[in-house]
């Protein structure tokens, strides 16, 4: 057992976040090497490297409690093969979608970067929109054996999983030696309000695992001696994660600029040629990872369907001043009307922290106040606090008219893609490292004063306690899915549909009707669909230089026209030029036939369509199917009829 000791400028840093001890000196040289710790089992015997330390029946228990709670989340998911996420099922479709493009370019040879297979003709630029190659890839076997519905679940469930076990190893190898205070750091890592609600359609951004192997890696460029080694480790790192989520990638690359920055300045003096050491890792891993992802990139930014910015509303999106406080829909201490109020969506309740975490947050801050390590902590996690606020600071739903930080950051390239509220969510990692350094800190003043041992563990277990046990998290919540129909799960689309055609379907795909997505990726992606839900550039013609990105294709007349019937809007007065537009449209789409299935307001929709073609569709695998080939085919065809009221 170390006895307790003081932290001093001269330690070195991951010495200083392993172990953040009382004020006793210390009568034991602290190990400097940044990959090496004291484990409490071990004694004042030199420790393993981390990798080379044998795992015991405590890193098998808490690896075993991450996938069960990973798996008691989803379960709703996996006992109801036929639901879907209740509150953002069109990007669950989405990512359905997305799982059947990882397996069509293996399988088909087809370009991973562009797809043409929903939005025809235009397509989708599918590095714009988070394709997830990094893992629909590998999952290629899973998709094509059980289908893109069953890949995404088991996607979901092991993006929580593996999560929680690499923050459990990194901490319990890499910044604490207590076994015990790594697990309460990364259960709350994984398992955050923020995290839990992006579970709930964005398995994208809870797919973290690679985010604390990241700041391992970081903090190891420092090392001397080894920098084409350790850049080249931390480019494979920083590659993978761009080809999961971007988005996540860049604000943990912000958070680790800032605290290396503060940190180097501190050690300045005491630590010189350290930052000359580490700025050579990071040219390493910088030029390699430039190197690989530049086509990616420029495909991304400048290729075809590429978009410039989120909608303006979006970049709107700001936590809520009062979300900080209370209590996620998605904890058993939360308030789906609180937080309906406070959040944009139940997607997006990204800084509900509760005031027991807060209140302990900052007494962490001030009990380890001592270790600049803790104090940079601390301030990237308010500096991404205000980050979240977005342009205009709101309390309790309020507007109060004060600008915030995103007021001047919102329209600077690249962070005009970025959802503002999401920066509160990069907060809870920080608070994870800072929960673990606290405990380890309470464990190691059991051990240094054990007359006290009763208070200290009643204070530690109180504190914990009251801060997390209202942030258990509760069940994702589902709801049945529209049944796929037999005209396509039978096949019975093939004998319209070739490759030079598209289905259309009534209404075409958006956020509100994404299933048409799932349809296709059924199909291997074989069959072909216009319309879209993704992310794809604004074409209007009174603006041809705004290319702010829409959540769905620009708007034409068909495609208008049924989704307003849909909201619930009168059928329009069928004539000559709106057949003719209709006519325009599909021959725009190469649709071969247009298809509706039973849903809300079908009825509308199928008078609408017949009195716009002039002729009654067939009932075929559960389908109303409109055969309008030789009206695309022939340009000599038209459409009229009488006006229609």
């Not at 893109?148 to 979901?156: E, G, S, T, W």
């Amino acid at each position: 057992m170390l006895p307790p000791r003081q932290v001093t400028e001269t330690e070195d840093l991951d010495a200083e976040l392993i172990a953040l001890r009382t004020d006793v000196a210390p009568t034991v040289p602290v190990p400097v090497a940044p990959d090496v710790e004291v484990a409490p089992e071990q004694g004042e015997k030199p420790a393993k490297r981390w990798w080379r330390r044998r795992p015991d029946w405590r890193d098998v228990l808490a690896t075993a409690t991450f996938v069960v709670v990973a798996l008691y989340l989803t379960a709703p998911l996996w006992l109801n093969l036929d639901h879907q996420l209740r509150d953002d099922p069109q990007d669950q479709a989405f990512f359905e979608w997305m799982m059947a493009h990882g397996a069509r370019v293996l399988t088909d040879g087809a370009y991973p970067f562009f797809s043409d297979r929903m939005n025809y003709p235009d397509g989708v630029n599918m590095m714009a929109n988070t394709s997830v190659l990094a893992v629909s890839l590998p999952m290629t076997p899973v998709t094509l054996l059980f289908g893109p519905h069953v890949a995404f679940n088991l996607f979901l469930t092991l993006a929580l999983a593996l999560t929680g076990i690499s923050w459990y190893f990194v901490l319990s190898r890499v910044f604490v030696s207590s076994r015990l205070a790594a697990w309460v750091g990364a259960l709350f890592c994984t398992f955050a309000p923020s995290m839990v609600s992006h579970a709930g359609g964005h398995p994208n951004i809870v797919s973290q695992f690679l985010v604390p192997l990241i700041i391992w890696r970081t903090l190891r460029l420092r090392q001397p001696g080894r920098a084409v080694r350790n850049g080249l480790i931390m480019a494979a790192l920083l590659i993978w994660q761009a080809f999961i989520n971007l988005e996540v990638l860049f604000m943990t690359a912000v958070g680790l600029g800032v605290f290396c920055l503060i940190m180097a300045v501190a050690r300045r003096k005491s630590h010189p040629g350290e930052t000359r050491r580490f700025l050579r890792g990071l040219a390493v891993a910088g030029t390699v990872t430039l190197a690989v992802l530049a086509y990616p990139l420029s495909v991304q930014f400048f290729g075809p369907q590429s978009y410039h910015g989120l909608p303006q509303f979006v970049r709107n999106f700001g936590a809520d001043l009062g979300s900080f406080t209370a209590y996620s829909s998605h904890s058993v201490a939360g308030n789906a009307v609180i937080a309906e109020r406070l959040a944009q969506n139940p997607a997006e309740e990204n800084a509900f922290f509760g005031w027991g975490l807060v209140i302990l947050f900052f007494g962490l801050i001030v009990w380890m106040r001592r270790s600049v390590a803790v104090l940079s902590l601390g301030f990237v996690a308010l500096l991404f606090a205000a980050m979240s606020l977005g342009p205009r600071i709101f309390l309790n739903g309020i507007n109060t008219g004060i600008p915030g930080i995103w007021a001047v950051l919102h329209s600077v390239p690249v962070l005009n893609s970025a959802v503002p509220t999401r920066w509160a969510m990069a907060i809870a990692p920080v608070v994870g490292i800072l929960l673990a350094l606290g405990v380890q800190r309470a464990i190691d003043l059991v051990k240094a004063q054990p007359a006290a041992r009763g208070p200290i563990r009643v204070a530690m277990i109180t504190a914990v306690a009251m801060a997390l046990v209202p942030l258990v998290p509760v069940q994702l919540k589902t709801a049945p899915m529209a049944p796929t129909p037999e005209f396509v799960t039978s096949g019975a689309w093939k004998q319209y549909v070739d490759d030079n055609h598209t289905v259309v379907t009534l209404p075409l795909p958006d956020s509100g009707y994404p299933d048409p997505l799932r349809w296709t990726a059924i199909t291997g992606q074989d069959m072909r669909i216009a319309g879209a839900y993704a992310l794809l550039p604004n074409q209007n013609p009174l603006n041809p230089g705004d290319r702010t990105a829409l959540f769905s294709p620009p708007w034409r007349p068909t495609s208008g026209l049924m989704a307003s019937i849909r909201q619930g809007n009168p059928i329009p007065e069928i004539n000559d030029t709106r057949r003719e537009m209709t006519l325009a449209d599909l021959r725009y789409w190469k649709a071969a036939v247009i298809v509706l299935t039973p849903q809300l307001r079908d009825t509308e929709m199928l008078r609408a369509m017949t009195g716009l073609l002039g002729f009654q569709p067939a009932w075929t695998g559960g389908a109303w199917v409109w055969d309008v080939r030789h009206l695309v085919d022939d340009p000599n065809a038209v459409l009229t009829g009488p006006d229609i009221g």
